[in-house]
Each structure stands twice: as structure tokens, then as C-alpha cells.
């Protein structure tokens, strides 16, 4: 690709000029935002008071959305990555019909209110993504903009115009830019050549601290154009026409993504105007007043001016009016390629094919001792022949992960090292509709993208992380490689379904469940080989827990273990029973999330409370296990960093035994039987 020069935009405007009618929307956005603001006593009002002029025109003259229906599969995206600037684009959703209520917005920040500090995705309609941490909107369009060339190359057709063609746009802040997540987003961006995505930055120069000089001193133009980005400049953030030729010129750039530096001033019309007062905390009264009287507002809070409110109500009509010409364009397509149309509606509808899951019952995984990892990519290639919607890829491991997709280059995406990114951009694949997305990496490095874990759980989104390498049994790259606290810590967010699979049928199993429950699940995968134990295990998986080993009657002891350690776990029951001690229950725990999810009956029936002899085995940190092994109970886990050795060695002298559980069994056994 060559690169071209980017430029500043000063030519006359070839559209429609603004006139003092937009100019008042302009100013109706700013009251409207600052007014919610005012009335919480909490929030940003810096942040909408400068943005307002680019988000009109974007909102006004050149996005396509219908505010009828939010989820028109080929409408523009629009992400706010600087999520604290929510009421902006409350006031966007509300003066252009999308069902939000003035009322609403007096609400802001409130219990219960559909008006959230930050933008939350399925809280307020027309909010594409939930955006918190700054980064994570950024590096979520620019997934969004992988999800729509994936689907415009599936289905678009040479000889029909496209039913697969939108843009992705968003508004971006300093911080955004300043977080390294970002900076791995824009990068990878680059490197694809993401013609259709489209950022606007809030270049206003001030974060909390105060000016952007503190911190910030770099030349973003070469930065991004480095990244080879298109890179524009409008000078004057209140020069609406400006701002209308720059996107024009983005969109018209088929091979870079494009940067349009906005020069705006934080709070503008405000006494706080272009410092960081104006950032994160309500003007007030006296300031409002200030305020009011430079826009020529009137003092009552949330005054809507009728002909602004019409103008912009017009976006409803408009909105039809594009999505009854896509309309129009799926019809041809539909009647000369029925198959396929009805296979588009089904992956933006997330409707999956009949026999989706057959490929899991056939896979032969090749032996008695098998990696997770190795049986998880197996599994993957199973279902993805299939699901031709899935999409993913890992960051530099793939042949460590066990990702490959292995007939299909073009829906594999190589992140480079780029785990912060990676998570938030297929979140970002994920919110667009129509793919199944995955991403892997070691778990240890999950760290490094725990902020998009959490974004994933949060908003529920359809994602599979697979994470390898999953304990000490990494071995010989020492203590750095080896996760000890983080099967624990994934356990600990709400909304996240932790799997960590004992063999190749439970990884099997744990696929199944990942692709059918539609939720965030992360795949924790062992790197060394593990027995492969029992095949009901596949179907037994969803209930998070089960009986793999019982024993006659009542158990004197229960044996629970997840993943690599299930087979010390039935190893011990071996050796217990050559000392005599046969009423021992071995249970496979794959996941806590599951498990808690299944009717007390099925509980009870198998972690029954009157057992009190319990055993859990991980190897990991034992915090949380005492929910399941209780007061009297006691666990084989690891509460220390580990070692670099060969792994056998690394478990051996860590703990994690079958000669450690066994004395820790004959000692619940005795303690037990005494009490």
C-alpha cells in the first residue's frame, strides 16, 4: 500500500452549508448535556461542551441509523470511547428519536435510569458498546470495522450493490490515544487497512491533571500516519463545515483508517472553558449562569427549542428512508441468492445451524494422554467447519494456543503481541453482530487483558477466550509463565463462565457450552498431555460439576478436582482403596460458574452436605475453595509463586501429588470418623 500525505482540510464545502439553525442544535446538545450534569451534581461537562459540533455533524449529516430500529443490521456504528462523556450522546439519542425521554436525561446517573454514567450497552438504545476505561471504545470499533469487511467479504456480490457496507466511527479522547491499548489497536488497524473506520479526536489538550503539556508531548500526526493512518487536521472545532469535509475525505480513503484532529477547547463557553475544572466535576450555578448567557439560553434547565427538536427528529424519516434502501438491496440479493441472504440474517440474528455441534461427537483425538490445548484446537477446527461465522486468532501463539483455523486463512486475524488489544477488539467483533469470535493467549497473560474480560462480562458478549498453559505445569519457563492466582481470579467476575477442562471430552464438552450459552467464556488449557478418562464427560461438562468416580452407598469421603488435577484426583481413590478405604467419590469440577447455575437437587445429590470429609485439589492459589470442601475439609493447592523445572519435577516438589492428597484424604478420614 503507498502511503499519501495527510492534509489539513480548508476547501469549500461541496454540501450543503450550516446555518444558524444547526448552529442552535450545536448549542441545544451542549445545554442539554451540561444540564443533565448540572442536575446529578455529578459528571463531565468538559468533555460534550467541546465535542458537541463534531458529533452533530456526524449525527446529522453523515451516519447512517435508523432510531426506529436500532439493530438495522447495515446502519454506521458510533462508538464515544470517552465513555464519561455520556451525556453528549444521551442528548444525541433523545433530539433524534430513539425512544429516550427528556425525562430520562433529568435522570442522569440515577438509580434505575436508562442513562448511565457511562454509555452501557443494552441499558440505553442506541448505544453500539459499553465504554468505561479509555482504550477499550477505541480498540472495540476497531473491531467492529474486522466484523463488517469479514461479513462484506462473505457476502457481498461483484454484480449487486453491497448488502454489507457501513462505517465505523467514533470519538476519541487524549487518553485514549494515551493508553497502550490504544496505541496496539491503531497499529493493528493500520496494518489491515481499515479504510472504513473513521475516529474523530477530541484534540482539546486537557485531562485531569490539567493540560495535556504534562504528559503528552508527542506528534500524533506522525504517530498515526506511522501506523499509516490517514491523518487530518480541522483547526476549529466550532467550524462545522470544516468537520463535514474532513469526514468526506475519510470516507473517500478506501485503504487507511482515518484520524481527524479536532482542534476543540474543553468547556467551551463556559468560565472553565479550555482548563480541567471543566472536566470531571458540574460547573455550578454561578458558571451555569455564565454559561447560559454566552449561548443565549434561557436559565430553565433541559429548554429544548421546538425548531432544534423538529430539525432533528427529521433523523427518523431519514433513517427509514436508508433503511428501506438497504431493504430494497437485500430483496435483489435474497431473490438471486436465497441461501445466502437467509445465512446473513442468521449470523446477525446469532441463529445457529442445524447439526452445529455434530463435528464434537467425531473428533478422534488421538491417543490416552492428550493436551486440553491440543483437544480445544481439534474441537475448535470441528465446530468452525460448520460455523462458518466464526472468526479469531491469538496474539503470536497460535501454534502454543492451538487456534488455527486450518481451511480458512481468511477468518484467522494474527494480533501480534497485542493481548490488551486483542480482548477488546474481538469484544468489538463480537458487539458488531453476525461472528463468532474467539482470541487466545497464555493464561498468564491474561493479565494483560483483563480489562476486556471484564468489558466482555459486563456487557455479556458472545466471546471465547482461550487460555493455555494454565498452571505449573508450564515447567521450565519458571514462575513468570506459570498462572497460580488466575484460574481464582477469573472465577471472581461476575458474569464470566471460567472452564478449565480435565481431559479431551470435557474440552469437548466445554466448547459445546461455550458456543451455546451465548456468554463470555474463558477456556483455561493445559500444555502438558492429561489421561483422557471417561466420553460422558463431554455432555456432563454443562452442569459445571459431576460424579466422574463413585463408590456403594454414602461416600466417607468426596474428592474434587478441575482440570489437569482430576487424575491425581482418581489416582487417589485408587490408592485409598488399596489401603482399604472404598466408599471415596471423585468429582470433575470444570466449572464453579455451572455448577452454581444447577437446581439445589442436583447439588445436594452431588456435594451432599451431610459429607464433610472434602478434598479439593488445583493447582492453584486454594482461596474460594473452602465453598466447596467447607470448615472441615482441607485442599492440595499452591499459595506460592513456582519454579523452573521439567513440570513432572515442578509438581512434584510444589505439592501437587498424589502423595499429597493422600495423606491429606487419610487425614480428613481419621479427623472425620473421630468427630
Not at 302 to 309: D, I, K, Q, R, T
Not at 534 to 553: F, H, P, Q, W
Not at 631 to 660: Q, W
Request: glycine content about 10%.
Amino acid at each position: 500500500m503507498k502511503d499519501k500525505p495527510s492534509q489539513t482540510v480548508t476547501e469549500n464545502s461541496q454540501t450543503q452549508a450550516f446555518t444558524d439553525l444547526d448552529r442552535r442544535c450545536v448549542n441545544t446538545l451542549r445545554m442539554l448535556a451540561v444540564d443533565q450534569v448540572e442536575q446529578a451534581r455529578s459528571g463531565h461537562p468538559g468533555m460534550p461542551m467541546g465535542s458537541a459540533p463534531m458529533a452533530y455533524v456526524l449525527w446529522s449529516r453523515i451516519m447512517r441509523y435508523n432510531p426506529k430500529d436500532p439493530s438495522w443490521p447495515d446502519r454506521d456504528r458510533f462508538i464515544l470511547s470517552p465513555g464519561h462523556g455520556s451525556s453528549l450522546l444521551y442528548a444525541l439519542l433523545y433530539m433524534t428519536g430513539f425512544g429516550l425521554e427528556l425525562e430520562e436525561l433529568r435522570q442522569f446517573r440515577q438509580w434505575g435510569s436508562r442513562t448511565p454514567g457511562h454509555p452501557e450497552y443494552g441499558v440505553t438504545p442506541g448505544v453500539e458498546t459499553t465504554t468505561g476505561p479509555l482504550g477499550q471504545g477505541f480498540a472495540m470499533g476497531v473491531g467492529m470495522a474486522i466484523a463488517e469487511r469479514h461479513l462484506a467479504q462473505n457476502f457481498n456480490r461483484q454484480e449487486f450493490l453491497p448488502v454489507v457496507d457501513h462505517f465505523t466511527y467514533a470519538i476519541v479522547s487524549d487518553g485514549d490515544l494515551m493508553v497502550g491499548l490504544g496505541c496496539e489497536a491503531a497499529s493493528l488497524a493500520g496494518h489491515l487497512c481499515l479504510g472504513k473506520l473513521i475516529y474523530l479526536y477530541d484534540d482539546n489538550r486537557v485531562t485531569i491533571d490539567g493540560p495535556t503539556s504534562l504528559t503528552f508531548s508527542e506528534d500524533v500526526k506522525a504517530r498515526f500516519e506511522s501506523y499509516q493512518w490517514q491523518v487530518l487536521r480541522v483547526e476549529d472545532g466550532e467550524d462545522l463545515d470544516a468537520i463535514e469535509r474532513a469526514v468526506r475525505q475519510a470516507q473517500a480513503e478506501e485503504e487507511r483508517p482515518s484520524l481527524i484532529m479536532v482542534r476543540t477547547q474543553i468547556g467551551y463557553g463556559s468560565p472553565k472553558a479550555g482548563t480541567s475544572a471543566s472536566h470531571g466535576a458540574p460547573l455550578g450555578p454561578t458558571d451555569m449562569a455564565v454559561t447560559r448567557n454566552f449561548f443565549d439560553w434561557p436559565e430553565t434547565p433541559f429548554h429544548v427549542p421546538p425548531e432544534a427538536l423538529e430539525h432533528l427528529r427529521k433523523m427518523v424519516d431519514r433513517g427509514r428512508e436508508h433503511m428501506a434502501e438497504w431493504e430494497a438491496r437485500m430483496g435483489a440479493f435474497s431473490t438471486r441468492f436465497p441461501e445466502e441472504a437467509q445465512k446473513l440474517r442468521d449470523w446477525m440474528a446469532g441463529i445457529l445451524p442445524k447439526g452445529w455441534d455434530e463435528g464434537l461427537y467425531r473428533i478422534d483425538f488421538g491417543g490416552k494422554m492428550v493436551t486440553t490445548r491440543q483437544a480445544s484446537g481439534k474441537a475448535l477446527n470441528a465446530l468452525a467447519r460448520r460455523l462458518p461465522s466464526m472468526i479469531g486468532g491469538s496474539a503470536d501463539l497460535t501454534d502454543s494456543n492451538q487456534t488455527w483455523i486450518w481451511d480458512s486463512d481468511d477468518r484467522y486475524i494474527h494480533y501480534g503481541i497485542r493481548e490488551h488489544a486483542m480482548g477488546a477488539i474481538t469484544n468489538g467483533i463480537a458487539r458488531h453482530g453476525g461472528t463468532l469470535p474467539f482470541c487466545g493467549t497464555f493464561l498468564v497473560f491474561s493479565d494483560y487483558m483483563r480489562g476486556a474480560i471484564r468489558m466482555a462480562a459486563v456487557m455479556g458478549t458472545h466471546v471465547v477466550f482461550i487460555l493455555s498453559h494454565d498452571s505449573i505445569g508450564v515447567g521450565e519457563d519458571g514462575p513468570t509463565h506459570q498462572p497460580i492466582e488466575h484460574v481464582m481470579s477469573l472465577r471472581l467476575i461476575p458474569h464470566l463462565t471460567t472452564l478449565r477442562p480435565a481431559d479431551a471430552f470435557e474440552t469437548a464438552g466445554a466448547w459445546k457450552v461455550a458456543i451455546a450459552n451465548k456468554r463470555p467464556v474463558a477456556l483455561c488449557l493445559t500444555r502438558q498431555a492429561v489421561p483422557v478418562l471417561t466420553e460422558r464427560s463431554r455432555e456432563m461438562v454443562a452442569k459445571g460439576a459431576y460424579i466422574l468416580d463413585d463408590c456403594e452407598g454414602d461416600p466417607d469421603l468426596i474428592i474434587m478436582a478441575s482440570g489437569s488435577e482430576v487424575h491425581i484426583a482418581v489416582e487417589t481413590k485408587q490408592e485409598l482403596a488399596k489401603l482399604g478405604h472404598g466408599r471415596v467419590r471423585v468429582i470433575s469440577m470444570p466449572s464453579w460458574e455451572l455448577f452454581k447455575e444447577q437446581p439445589e437437587s442436583y447439588r445436594e445429590e452431588i456435594l451432599p452436605k451431610r459429607i464433610h470429609a472434602r478434598l479439593g485439589i488445583e493447582a492453584g492459589v486454594t482461596l474460594g475453595w473452602r465453598e466447596w470442601v467447607g470448615n472441615r475439609g482441607d485442599v492440595v493447592g499452591l499459595n506460592r509463586f513456582g519454579a523452573s523445572a521439567p513440570y513432572k519435577t515442578v509438581m512434584e516438589e510444589l505439592g501437587i501429588s498424589v502423595k499429597v492428597a493422600l495423606e491429606k484424604s487419610l487425614n480428613l478420614l481419621q479427623k472425620n470418623k473421630t468427630n
